[in-house]
Structures are given as C-alpha cells and as structure tokens.
C-alpha cells in the first residue's frame, strides 16, 4: 500500500540527482571549453608580442598601436578565462590589468613615426640581429666585434636616420622627380645623378642628426685620444641592408671616404656617401638587380682609421679556380683602395688551405696572437706561387684629411708586401670566418708593423657557376635542423639542463658559464632558465616555437635561439663544441680552429672589459639609441618577462611588471585550476561517471567533455544500462587516453610486486594514517575526458599521479603536466621512487623538478605524434612503478630501474631478489 506514495518520491529524487548531474556536466564542460578558448588566446598574446619586439624598434606607429590594442584584447580574455577556470579566484587582477592597460594606451599615444633620440649606435652595442637597423657590412663588423676579432672601432649612423634625412624639405619628391625623368628617357642617367648629388650636398643635416654624428665622433676621439676635442681621423662608408649579401654585393656602388677629420668635414662626407646611393652606377645596379632605386636602405659606417703600411683582400676560395684548393690574398702598399680599385699593381698569394688542417708544424699551437715573424721558417710554403709586381705609387692619408698618391722607391717597390707569418694569420682569421658563415669569405684587410692586422669588411664570396667547375672547399659538418627564435650566429660549449636542479646547479656555477663561451640545450622552452640566458652566448631548444616565453626573452637580450631542434639532447652531448647559426636555424660541428678562436676571443672580451662576459646586455639596443625614449617606454611595460620562477614566492600578481608577466601569470593558474577541475564535482557526478575495465589492476571512471566516449544507443533504457556497463578501449575515442591505455597494455608489463620485508612496518603505519584523509587509498580514479583532451586523477597504493594533457594538430597548444606523490613505503623510499621517475622522463625530454617524494613534470610545444608518443611512456609508467617504492631498498634502485625500464624491461620483478 505504501509502494504507490514512495515512487513518486524516488521519482523526485532522480529527478533532483539527474539534475544536479546535468548542472555539474555542464559546468565540467563550460569550463573546459574556457581553458581551450584561454590556451588559443595566449597562443595569439605572444605571438602579438614577438611581432611588437621588432615593430617597436623601426615599425609604424599606427601598426604599433593597433597590435597593442589586439594585445590588450587577449590580454583582457585571458583574464575573464582565469576567473571562470578557477571560480572567480583572482579578481584582483581585473584591476590590475585595467591599471596596467590605461598606462600602455597613454604610452602608445606618445609614440612617433620619427625616431627623435639618438641616429647614431657604437659598433660595439650594436644588437645581433641589427641588420635592418644597421646594413649588412656593419652588422658582419659588429659580430667580429663581439668575437674579439681586430675590427677598429666606430659607429653608425642608422638606416632610420638617414631615411630622416632623405625626408627633409622636397628632397624625397625631387629625387623621385629625377628619377622618373631618368626612366622616361627625358634625363641622361648621369646627368640625372649628378642632380641628385647637388641636391642631397646642399640639403642641411636635420639639428638632431649633426648633434649624434658630434657626440659619436667625440666618443670616438676620447677613446682613442684621451680627448674628446681632439682632430681623429676617421673612415666613411656605406652599410647597405641588401648590401654585403649572398644575392647583392653592392661591391663597389658606394663612395668610400678616408682620413676624414674634423665634425664639419664628417658632415659633408656623410651626405657625399648618401649622394653616392643615386650615382649613376647604383642607379644601374639596382635597376639590373631588380630593386627599386627608391628603396633607401643605407646606413652610414664611421670608422676609426688605421695607419696601414699595406692592405688588400682576401679570397678564402681562389674564384678563378675554385677547384684548386687555394686561397687567394692580393696586397697594395698604403691604404687599399688601389687594391679594390683595381688601378695599381698588387701582390697575389694562393697559399694552400690545406695548410690550415695542420700541415703547418705547430700551427694549433701559434694560432691568433702567438703567430710572429720569428716563425716565418715554418711558413715558407705560403710564399709558393707567390707573384710579386712592381709597385711605383702608393695611396696615403694626408695630415689634414683627404689622401694623396705618392711615389715608391725602385727597390722598396720590389720587395713582397707580406712575410709568411702574416699570411698565415690571413689565412687563420679567412677559415675561421668562413666556418663562422658557412661560406667562402670575401674579407678586405689592412695591415700595420705597429699595429698588426685588421679585418675592414667581411662578406659571403660569390664563386661563378662554371660547367665541370664546382666549389670543393670544405664546410663544417652540419648536425641539426631548426627554426630561429633569435637571430645571430654563436661559438660555444654545449651545456645540457633536463630540470630544475639542473638550471640551479648551472647558476649556482656561474663562474663555469663564464670560463668559456655557454651555449645552453634544453629539451623545450624552459622559462625558469631565462635567469640563465645572460649567462650564456646561445641556446638550443629540442620543443619550442619562436612566440614562446623563452624566445621572447632571448630576442629582448639578444642572444641566438634556435627552437625546434628535435633531437638535439640525443645528438648533442655536453661539452661539445659547436656553431650555432641560429640565422639560418642550423647547428654545426665546431672544428679545432673555430674552437680556439672563440676561447681566444672569449678571453680577450673578458679581460677588455674588465668584468665576466655576461652575454649581452638586456638594455644594451635601447641604451645605444636604436629606439626613441617613448618607444623604450611602451616596450617596458609589455616585454620584459619577470615572473621566471612558477615555484618561487615571487610568482604573484603583485610581482607582475608587463603585459608579458600578465600572460605568464594567467597561463600558470590556469593549467594549475584545471588540475583540481574534477575534484570540485565528483560528489555530484553519479551517474555521469563510467567505468573504465581495461584487463589492468589500474581502472578509473570516466567523464566525457565531448568526444572523448563512443556514444550510448539513443532509447532511455539502452543509456541507462549503458552507464553501468564498464567501457571497453573500443569505446574510447579521447587520443591521450586512448595512448595511455596502449602503454598500460604493454606486453611484459608487471603491476605486482612483493615489497621489501623492511618496506612492511610503514605501510602498515601508512595504512592506518591514509585512512583519516580527504581521499584514502582504494577511493575511485577519474578522467575527464574529451577527443584530444585529458584530465586525469589516480590514488592507488597510497600515491596519487595527476595528468593534464592536450594531444592535437596545433604544436603551440600542445602539452603534459604530471605530478606524482606519495607511497606507502616511507619517504626514503618514495624519494627514491621519485628519482627514478625523474631520470625516466628527463629522457623522455620532459623538464621535472624532485622536492622529497614529489615529482612535477612538464613536455609543452611539442607536435601531436611526440605528445601520443610519451602518453604511452607514462601509460607505462603507471603500471612499471605501482608499488615501486617498496623494493626499492637501495639508493642505486633509481638508476637500476630507471636504465631497464628505459632499455624495454618492463617488468620490475627481475629485481625482487637483487
């Protein structure tokens, strides 16, 4: 009689449940659906920030802004998405970031198309990748520079200041004017030119402009002279973006001026070189090259000059005869414009480069500096097929500016220009720069019996393309492949770093770093190695891309990156020496030259400039003058990363100082929040769970997201049958779940073992502490799941292992984070158990960090196929390490396990009775 009132009652309560399950799933859903919409938003955020590190130094200020107010819109996103992720747990960063955006708008307004600070840069601060700020044949200056190489000093005035001066009053429109006069056939090209000669000569330099051209002149004279008053005598030459090039010389286009000296004397000799861009030759040349004579890319190269007693060019491949293995040096006495002129009778030696491979007695000994006359014995072979012309006339800087051509005794004129030690050290710097390059060199020279030799310009040679005559030169070895993050080109020792113990002990070595060149290899893009990077000259990165943290940071200090290397932690061993041509995206074999070179280099930089060589300096681009002041600004409060440590106390939003520091933050809690996603909800779950039976003692229920489970008949009964029936690996769609069920299944695997007789008293003890806790052992495992997602919570053997992971098409938005705890075996055990796990997955490229029993885990960037591959490593792992901790009764059981688990030998009992 009863039954009648209590169905309608257990109806309601369904009713309740179901409803409760549904809101839960819903909520489960929305926000999983939020991290996806989040991880696409950051994914743009710092894409936005790459393209405004270069913008901010030479882009428009309208295309600035607008990128700025993008950023701010994802920026604003990513914040709404960690506060739905993590039930409105940091609302303090709404004002924060509102706070931070006023500032950055008002910052954008001041910004200007005109660069009004300094035009000029000291060759020696000149940024790594300062190409397009600088022209090539500065920027190949500056990185012999930076190699401590005989390069003398000076300065450039940059492209975008002399784009400034090309728009003063109608110049522009006059030259274009001429111009079109000169294509229409109404104007002969040359007297076209010398029109534009006359009007760029008589166009007054811009206040701003001769103020930097004076202050870097007098800098110049301090550092020479000890006076900054003083008269120094300096060079003038042009410094293309497309010159200097593998497709573009320029060779010869551009006027040159020497010995020039005085600032009014420099003014003029920097417009003659500005006029000398629309000669009638360049105007040729850039028609015949395809290129727009409009295309105003010139920088202008200051440099101090050198008392030579002869100069000349190098050819480190003799291009008439490619073939013969022999270099190609000519030399002219005085300085060497009669040498590329081509006007005067030179020297021409074809030394064997086969004398560079250690033909020569001694040679890995004397290299760089120790090479003297007193071994000119050892050197005598270079002199072979020597040809030695007859010189009468000389080229020489005259004592108030300008150079003249004076006359040659008989018998001086006779004499070979360079002894053979002097060749031989030629020679050493043409290999090390081609090795450098990855390409025959093109290097002019001078040289000084006081002050010895100088490199004034080096440049790729371009061999002709004869039938049956091809280039046998050697090159380094190339070992891997990758994609620049920060361009520039590197020698250095590789230093490999797998976690965060790792990067503490490379820091904690600084003094090491800084013995010799560092280049810094990590199996992905780190962001807790970024305190290292100053540090190093270089680094390489197995998974990364170049929109990452790490490659932010690298192109803010100006250091070479390359990012998805691949293997290079298995190619690459520590202590290795290598080229890093991070331009190009390549790693070369370093060979013993290039080797010494650059330890040789390296010392020098360290002793010159009194202090540890650091790398370069992070401020060292908008110190020099490369960006205006109100630029710098906009670009501190959006680029400098500071929150560098996810596990120090000063990750907080208190300690955020940039937009970059707001994406940061906001990513971290929200791989963080979704982490304690399912908990918050299983005790509403019910029905909504699945039972996962795989034929392994380790089973879990399921939540599907969407996608993640093949779908239940449509009829209400079949579904409610279906939710009591365990789902089968047919069932399953979710591809990290479906590979970690694949590692799980592992033919071989052991999920039993007996532990350690000593093991027995703490888990008894563990036993019946776990018992009071949130979630005892034995409480049920779970898995959110969804077709390319998985949230995963495993207790089992009193330990827990919790796993987010995305595995799909888009590299960026691909990742695993693992954390494992705990055992019943006491901590000694478990901490070995821990390291045992870390060795495993350091191998496996993740980056892990080991704090007693606890074990975090981290693989980011990586592409879908190495995602699924290391899913089924931990499926493994799951099985392998189950109760692991109570035979580890050792501390060589790490290494023990870690090597037969790695090495295929999936089941731990063969050591049960070690």
């Known amino acids: 009689m009863k039954l009648p009132l209590i169905t309608p009652l257990l109806e309601k309560v369904q009713t309740h449940r179901r409803k409760k399950e549904t809101i839960a799933l819903e909520d489960l859903k929305a926000r999983y659906h939020a991290f996806r919409i989040f991880l696409e938003n950051n994914g743009s955020a710092l894409e936005l920030l790459a393209r405004l590190d270069s913008l901010l130094i030479r882009g428009e200020s309208d295309e600035i802004r607008k990128l700025v107010e993008e950023l701010i819109g994802f920026t604003t996103e990513l914040v709404d998405g960690l506060n739905i992720l993590s039930n409105y747990g940091h609302t303090q960063l709404y004002g924060f970031h509102g706070r931070m955006t006023e500032n950055i708008l008002a910052s954008c307004g001041s910004i200007k198309d005109e660069n009004t600070g300094e035009f000029c840069v000291s060759l020696r601060d000149l940024p790594r990748n300062g190409e397009r700020l600088a022209g090539r044949k500065a920027a190949n200056l500056a990185r012999l520079k930076r190699l401590a190489l005989p390069v003398p000093d000076g300065f450039i005035c940059t492209v975008s200041a002399t784009k400034r001066f090309m728009k003063m ?42 103020t930097s051209l004076e202050t870097q002149y007098r800098l110049l004279a301090q550092q020479q ?38 600032v009014p004397a420099l003014f003029v000799a920097f417009k003659e070189v500005l006029a000398s861009g629309f000669s009638a030759r360049a105007i040729s040349y850039r028609l015949n090259a395809g290129l727009s004579p409009l295309d105003f890319d010139l920088a202008v190269l200051c440099q101090t000059m050198v008392d030579v007693d002869c100069a000349g060019v190098l050819f480190t491949v003799d291009p008439a005869e490619p073939e013969n293995e022999r270099m190609l040096i000519s030399a002219v006495p005085g300085l060497g414009t009669l040498a590329v002129g081509g006007v005067s009778p030179a020297d021409l030696y074809r030394p064997p480069r086969s004398a560079m491979e250690g033909a020569l007695p001694g040679l890995e000994n004397e290299l760089f500096c120790q090479i003297t006359p007193t071994t000119d014995e050892n050197y005598a072979m270079l002199m072979d097929d020597a040809q030695i012309s007859p010189r009468t006339v000389r080229e020489v800087p005259m004592v108030n500016g300008g150079t003249s051509i004076e006359q040659i005794a008989c018998q001086e004129g006779q004499n070979p220009l360079l002894a053979p030690w002097v060749i031989a050290r030629l020679m050493y710097f043409g290999m090390l720069l081609e090795h450098l390059w990855g390409m025959p060199q093109d290097i002019e020279w001078g040289y000084s019996e006081k002050q010895g030799l100088f490199l004034l310009q080096a440049r790729p040679l371009r061999l002709a393309s004869q039938p049956g005559r091809t280039p046998s030169y050697e090159t380094a070895e190339r070992l891997l492949q990758g994609s620049c993050a920060s361009s520039g080109k590197v020698v250095g020792c590789i230093r490999k770093a797998h976690s965060l113990a790792d990067l503490l002990d490379l820091a904690s070595g600084q003094s090491e770093l800084c013995r010799q060149p560092t280049i810094l290899l990590l199996p992905q893009s780190i962001v807790d190695a970024s305190n290292l990077l100053p540090l190093c000259r270089g680094a390489i990165i197995d998974i990364g891309n170049p929109t990452d943290h790490l490659s932010c940071i690298a192109r803010e200090i100006g250091m070479p990156m390359i990012t998805g290397a691949q293997e290079a932690s298995t190619i690459l061993e520590n202590g290795q020496w290598i080229i890093l041509d991070a331009d190009n995206g390549s790693v070369f074999e370093a060979s013993e030259v290039v080797k010494s070179a650059a330890i040789k280099a390296f010392d020098d930089q360290r002793q010159n400039q009194g202090r540890q060589p650091a790398g370069p300096d992070p401020l060292t681009r908008f110190r020099s003058g490369t960006i205006a002041p109100e630029r710098e600004a906009l670009r501190r409060q959006l680029l400098p990363l500071n929150l560098t440590d996810a596990y120090g106390s000063t990750f907080s939003i208190l300690e955020c100082r940039s937009i970059h520091d ?50 239940s008949p449509e009829s209400f009964l079949r ?186 030998r999936y089941d731990a009992r063969e050591f049960e009775q070690d």
């Open 225 to 262: 002279l000890g006076n900054p008053d003083a008269a120094i005598a300096i060079s003038v030459r042009s410094s293309g973006v497309a010159e200097d090039s593998i497709e573009h010389s320029f060779a010869g286009q551009f006027t040159s001026v020497l010995n020039v000296i005085g």
């Open 719 to 904: 579904k409610q049958l279906a939710l009591h029936k365990p789902l089968s690996p047919d069932d399953i769609l979710c591809i990290p779940l479906q590979a970690l069920c694949e590692g799980l299944l592992t033919p071989g695997l052991s999920y039993h073992s007996a532990p350690h007789a000593g093991a027995l008293r703490e888990i008894f003890s563990h036993n019946l502490l776990d018992r009071r806790g949130k979630r005892p052992a034995g409480s049920f495992n779970y898995a959110l799941v969804a077709r390319d997602y998985i949230n995963l919570n495993l207790r089992v053997e009193y330990h827990f292992a919790m796993l987010d992971a995305i595995c799909g098409r888009n590299n960026r938005a691909n990742y695993i984070r693992f954390r494992f705890k705990g055992g019943g075996a006491g901590l000694e055990r478990g901490h070995r158990r821990a390291i045992f796990l870390q060795k495993v997955l350091e191998q496996n490229g993740f980056f892990s960090t080991v704090v007693g029993d606890l074990v975090t885990a981290s693989l980011t960037g990586a592409s879908r196929h190495k995602v699924h591959a290391q899913l089924i490593m931990l499926g493994r792992l799951f099985g392998y390490s189950r109760f692991l901790d109570g035979i580890m009764n050792d501390d060589e059981s790490p290494e023990r396990f870690a090597r037969a688990f790695l090495e295929g």
């Open 169 to 210: 009053g109608k110049l522009t429109a006059d030259i274009q004017r001429i111009l079109r006069d000169i294509s229409q056939g109404q104007v002969d090209l040359n007297r076209g030119a010398n029109r534009i000669k006359t009007k760029v000569m008589d166009t007054p330099l811009p206040n701003e402009l001769a």
């Open 662 to 711: 707001v994406i940061r933050y906001s990513h971290e809690m929200a791989v963080l929040s979704m982490f304690s996603t399912g908990d918050s909800i299983m005790d509403f779950a019910g029905g909504l769970l699945r039972p996962l039976d795989i034929g392994v003692p380790i089973s879990f229920l399921l939540i599907d997201l969407g996608g993640g489970i093949r779908r």
